[in-house]
Structures are given as structure tokens and as C-alpha cells.
């Protein structure tokens, strides 16, 4: 089993950059997928990126051409922490983030991930 704790929210202006992570107990924690997904008010919670556990592969939400190229996943399987680098913050990246994972491949189905953290809000202002 595996705990997630998100960190790294907060305020930001339009074009601003954030880090957040997302930190996880357990000894077998590079034995899973780690993902980011993202739930504005009113909408549906959507993937943003994935890292699978050796850090081989990632991927970004389809949705986001404009995530790709600002945002940047990656793991550190020493510290047990998946940072999400998100660069040229835009109003339409306000939301609470959340990480999940599951101990098996990578996908983009939220339905597929087994663990999940209390997540934490940016919000982008103009």
C-alpha cells in the first residue's frame, strides 16, 4: 500500500510557475505508475501527466497541447516525490491537483489508479 501527500500549491500569476510534488510512503514506491489529474470547479477531473515507474515513459493529457511543452513530470524514486514542473502558468490551469498511482503500467484512466492523495489548489490570477 501507498500513501500520497501533494505539496507545492498556491497563488500564482498569469505566466508564473509552480512545483508541486507529490510524496509517498511505502518501500515499493518505484514499483508504480504515478500520475497527476486536475479538477476545476465545476468540471470533471482530468489526467495531466504520468510518469510509469522507471521514469521510461511519461505522457501528458491529450486535451493538452497547451500543458505540453509548460508542464514537466518526473520521479524520484530515491526521495520517494513525483514533481509536476509547471512553467507559463495561464488562468485555465486553475484547479485542485491531485496524484495518484497504481502498481502496475502506466494509463490515463482515472478509474485505473488504485491510490490517491488530499490534493492541493493552484489558482492562477491575471
Known amino acids: 500500500q501507498v500513501q500520497l501527500v501533494e505539496s507545492g500549491g498556491g497563488l500564482v500569476q498569469a505566466g508564473g510557475s509552480l512545483r508541486l510534488s507529490c510524496a509517498a510512503s511505502?518501500?515499493?514506491?518505484?514499483?508504480?505508475?504515478v500520475v497527476w489529474f486536475r479538477q476545476a470547479p465545476g468540471k470533471e477531473r482530468e489526467f495531466v501527466a504520468g510518469?510509469?515507474?522507471?521514469?521510461?515513459?511519461?505522457?501528458?493529457?491529450k486535451h493538452t497541447d497547451s500543458v505540453k511543452g509548460r508542464f514537466t513530470i518526473s520521479r524520484d524514486n530515491a526521495k520517494n516525490t513525483v514533481p509536476l514542473q509547471m512553467d507559463s502558468l495561464e488562468l485555465e490551469d486553475t484547479a485542485v491537483y491531485y496524484c495518484?498511482?497504481?502498481?502496475?503500467?502506466?494509463?490515463?484512466?482515472?478509474?485505473?489508479?488504485?491510490?490517491w492523495g488530499q490534493g492541493t489548489q493552484v489558482t492562477v490570477s491575471s
Open positions: 495518484a498511482a497504481r502498481r502496475a503500467a502506466l494509463t490515463e484512466n482515472i478509474d485505473d489508479y488504485d491510490y
Open positions: 511505502g518501500r515499493t514506491f518505484s514499483n508504480y505508475a
Open positions: 510518469v510509469s515507474c522507471t521514469s521510461l515513459r511519461t505522457c501528458y493529457g
